[in-house]
């Protein structure tokens, strides 16, 4: 278990995965994640505690204003090219030619190869979806719900003990929201193996760190399960499920729009999910239950 006084990581990811060879140009423009303040508490003592470092990051796509993002600024380029991704802007790795970050001007300029077909038709309707940082669908995403395909039951499953271990490492995980809170965390799991991790202001910027890795490295999300410490909406529902990854795990809860979204296409969700509880809200053909031991009940002696 790491100590507390470790600085957390808001960015992570296992060494064993490499760039595919069409990846586009990125830089590598992370920032500070953190950011001393001074305080009065309770009792009336001052004192320096950290907070999380907000910052927008406006988007323009081939010198077209597309987006502005709330980040916490860990892997900015990869949020950028899983925003793409999930907005079902780009279809391809190499319909992007690179991503430039520069937090001078608080810009990420994206080039493309060839140029976003009918960009304007798919940006003219938005969605404000609910939750911190305040995200944004386009309206062409949602419209594309039947085409989602999913692996079947039988080809993706969960056992109780392989959530069990999901829970153990992000119990143990040292992070920012330990550290300073008002963030917002998301992993990427391969059985109880976390391969990638992220933390943000909000938690679909998150997920689409999150896609961003995998459609550098061509990572299918299949096998794979996803963790968020953030509500199951159905922006985040639909996200995972446009990625591949047919398993969600949640330290929170389920929206009923997010709960009827992930019914319809087959996906498994597991809520209020944290030292060894949870909830299988969704998709119980998935799961492979091996059940804890019943406590026994708490007998109260009246005196």
Known sequence: ML????????FDASPDWTPLPDAPRLTQASVQLLREIHIVDEYGDTRSISIPAERPLTVFVDKRELVTLMTLGACPELLVLGYLRNQRLIGRLSDVDSITVDWDVSAAAVKTRAGIHDIERKTSRRVVTTGCGQGTVFGDVMASFDELKLPSAQQARIKQSTLNGMLEVMRQRNSVHRRAGSVHGCALFRGAEMLTFVEDVGRHNAIDTIAGWMMLHGVDGADKAFYTTGRLTSEM???????????????????AMGHELATKLGMTLFGRAANRHFLCYTGTERFDSEPEPQRPPVRVVSG
Do not use: H, Y
């Open 237 to 255: 529902v639909m996200k995972a499920a446009q990625m591949g990854v047919p398993i969600i795990v949640s330290r929170n809860g389920v929206t």
């Open 3 to 10: 100590p507390e006084s470790a600085d957390p990581l808001a």
